[in-house]
């Protein structure tokens, strides 16, 4: 079995920083793509940004200069630093990670459970 645990989520003021981190652990001989994206009441989830195993990154234009992912591929762990925070940020942030498992051919998605981040006016 995988999972993904969160951590790092919380309260803080506009214009403050925030530091996600997302660690994958359990069986797992490959870990591909690793996102996060976020989710309001009423709303769908929307990706936030994403990272390839080999490093490539991509950002949805709402958080781009502000938001950097980046990864460690020897922890399996994913983080998004979140800088210039603004209310419209908050939000329950899920990791995604595709990960492929030791005697398996294909790949899987796998889901963390959520953390919370609030930003305050």
């Known amino acids: 079995q995988v999972q993904l645990v969160e951590s790092g989520g919380g309260l803080v003021q506009s214009g403050g920083s925030l530091r996600l981190s997302c660690a994958a652990s359990?069986?797992?001989?490959?870990?591909?793509?690793m996102n996060w994206y976020r989710q309001t009441p009423g709303k769908q989830r929307e990706l936030v940004a994403g990272?390839?195993?080999?490093?490539?990154?991509n950002y949805a234009d709402s958080v781009k200069g502000r938001f950097t992912i980046s990864r460690d591929n020897a922890k399996n762990t994913v983080y998004l630093q979140m800088n210039s925070l603004k209310p419209e940020d908050t939000a329950g942030y899920y990791c995604y990670a595709d990960i492929q498992m030791p005697g398996f051919s294909t790949t899987r998605v796998y889901w963390g459970q959520g953390t919370q981040v609030t930003v305050s006016s």
């Open positions: 359990g069986s797992i001989f490959r870990v591909n793509a």
């Open positions: 990272i390839t195993s080999g490093g490539s990154t």
